[in-house]
């Protein structure tokens, strides 16, 4: 195999995320009294930053302030959405099957994500995919992509090398992450920046789809199911 450790972002590449966040960033600035709705383009640009570095990608000129009021806001919008019923985002397709084909191949897998634990928690919960990974960075304890100190304490947590790395992201944000980590990087095309932007990031490697990633890394994966 290529690889020892494969690190996962979350959003726009393991779960289609995209529209709930969308909902959320915009729920959390209508509670603020602020009118001004985002679209699902100006939401994909931000997707896999911490929440304050989010908002201040998206409103620079309301100050600080404004983005911790924003960032409390979006937890509280997400936990009503979710007591009034709206689903966790739906896997991509492929992703369980990939999950398991890696894992029984014994490669060591993580998620580096800037969504908080308990976010992440109630994600992979819903799917009963915690049984897949062994190292979490969050938004809780680690710098905002793409610094990259997410992909160090993986390394660090797991005392595997750089070399045998791969970071899988769908964002420019995971793909500099991963390269200033000294990683190497791969670039899903069917999650939130689209493939010009991914681009000008370097990716190593390009991913077209979920199934497709364990012929990547060097792997049989006879299984096309979702």
């Known amino acids: 195999m290529l690889f020892d450790l494969v690190i996962f972002d979350c959003d726009g590449t393991l779960m289609d995320s995209l529209d709930g966040i969308w909902r959320g960033v915009n729920r959390a600035v209508r509670s603020q009294g602020m009118h001004r709705p985002f679209s699902h383009a100006e939401v994909a640009t931000i997707v896999g930053l911490s929440l304050p570095n989010a908002f201040a990608h998206l409103l620079p000129d309301a100050g600080e302030e404004t983005w911790e009021a924003l960032t409390v806001a979006y937890k509280q919008q997400f936990r009503k959405l979710a007591s009034e019923g709206v689903p966790e985002p739906p896997l ?135």
């Open 92 to 226: 991509f397709p492929g992703v369980l099957t990939t999950l398991q084909c890696l894992h029984d191949a014994g490669l060591v897998l993580a998620v580096a994500t800037g969504k908080s634990m308990a976010g992440l928690s109630r994600s992979l919960g819903a799917y009963d995919l915690e049984k897949y990974f062994s190292f979490y960075q969050t938004a809780d304890s680690a710098p905002s992509k793409p610094h990259p100190g997410m992909v160090i304490q993986i390394l660090a947590d797991s005392g595997l090398s750089a070399s045998r790395t791969l970071m899988v992201g769908d964002t420019d944000f995971d793909m500099i992450m991963g390269r200033n980590a000294g990683v190497f990087t791969c670039a899903v095309t069917f999650g939130c920046h689209d493939r010009e932007r991914l681009a000008a990031a370097t990716p190593d490697f390009w991913l077209d789809h979920m199934h497709d990633l364990p012929s990547l890394l060097g792997l049989q994966n006879d299984s096309r199911k979702i």
